[in-house]
Nanobody, 125 residues
Framework: QVQLVESGGDLVQPGGSLRLSCSAS????????MGWYRQAPGKQRELVAT???????SYADSVEGRFTISRDNAEKAVYLQMNSLEPEDTAVYYC???????????????????WGQGTLVTVSS
C-alpha cells in the first residue's frame, strides 16, 4: 500500500513561516502530480498548491506569492514553504499524490489518488 506521511505542522504567530513536508512510500512505480490541500474548521477541503512531474505549479489565489510548492522526485517528497502566514491559513493540511502502484503479481500497475493523514497548522498570536 502506498502511503503519504506529512510533517511540519505547528503553532505559529501571524507573519511567521512554516515548511511542510510529505514523503511517499510503498510499491511506487511513478508519481504524477503532487499537491497540498487544506481544510479549516467548518469549511470544505480546498486546493492550496499543486506541482506536476516537471516544474509546472499552480496556487490558490489566497496563497499566491506567499506559499511555494516544490518536489524531490528522487526522495518521492513534496514540500510547502509557507511565508507571511495569516490566521486565515489555520487548517489541517493534507498531502495528495497521483501514484502508479505496482501490483503484487509483479507485472501490472494501478493508478491511485493517495492522501496523507493531515498536519495541523495554527496561526495565532
Amino acid at each position: 500500500q502506498v502511503q503519504l506521511v506529512e510533517s511540519g505542522g505547528d503553532l505559529v504567530q501571524p507573519g511567521g513561516s512554516l515548511r511542510l513536508s510529505c514523503s511517499a512510500s510503498g510499491n511506487i512505480v511513478s508519481i504524477n502530480h503532487m499537491g497540498w490541500y487544506r481544510q479549516a474548521p467548518g469549511k470544505q477541503r480546498e486546493l492550496v498548491a499543486t506541482v506536476g512531474r516537471g516544474v509546472g505549479t499552480s496556487y490558490a489565489d489566497s496563497v499566491e506569492g506567499r506559499f511555494t510548492i516544490s518536489r524531490d522526485n528522487a526522495e518521492k517528497a513534496v514540500y510547502l514553504q509557507m511565508n507571511s502566514l495569516e490566521p486565515e491559513d489555520t487548517a489541517v493540511y493534507y498531502c495528495n499524490a497521483g501514484v502508479w502502484e505496482a501490483l503484487p503479481n509483479g507485472r501490472d500497475q494501478t493508478y491511485r489518488e493517495v492522501w496523507g493523514q493531515g498536519t495541523l497548522v495554527t496561526v495565532s498570536s
